[in-house]
């Protein structure tokens, strides 16, 4: 069974940096990425930063292109998300989930983590 577990949230000051891991267990051959998505209070889940499984590209949302980069150590079976340069709008739970596709789409995810908490204030 499929299994992902988030972690390295925190509380952080505008500017700061963080670095999110999503360790993923059993089998993952019927997925191609893993993205990472967020969720603010009362705002809908969003993509952030996906990667394929195989070939390593990857695809950012808008907002934190040149401030995140998506990485994978495959031999860890885990995915991170280096946060650098944080805003108080990243406030939000970071979710991580397998995909079938490299997309930010929400609907095209399935076994999503618990998510962890990401809060930027001073």
């Known amino acids: 069974q499929v299994r992902l577990v988030e972690s390295g949230g925190a509380l952080v000051q505008p500017g700061g940096s963080l670095r999110l891991s999503c360790a993923v267990s059993?089998?993952?051959?019927?997925?191609?990425?893993i993205g990472w998505f967020r969720q603010a209070p009362g705002k809908e889940r969003e993509g952030v930063a996906c990667?394929?499984?195989?070939?390593?590209?990857?695809v950012y949302a808008g907002p934190v292109k040149d401030r995140f980069t998506i990485s994978r150590d495959n031999a860890k079976n885990t995915v991170y998300l280096q946060m650098n340069s944080l805003k108080p709008e990243d406030t939000a739970v970071y979710y991580c989930?397998?995909?079938?596709?490299?997309?930010?789409?929400?609907?095209?995810?399935?076994?999503w983590g618990q998510g962890t908490q990401v809060a930027v204030s001073f």
């Open positions: 989930a397998l995909g079938r596709a490299l997309s930010l789409n929400t609907p095209g995810y399935g076994y």
């Open positions: 059993g089998s993952t051959l019927d997925f191609y990425a």
């Open positions: 990667i394929s499984l195989s070939y390593g590209s990857t």
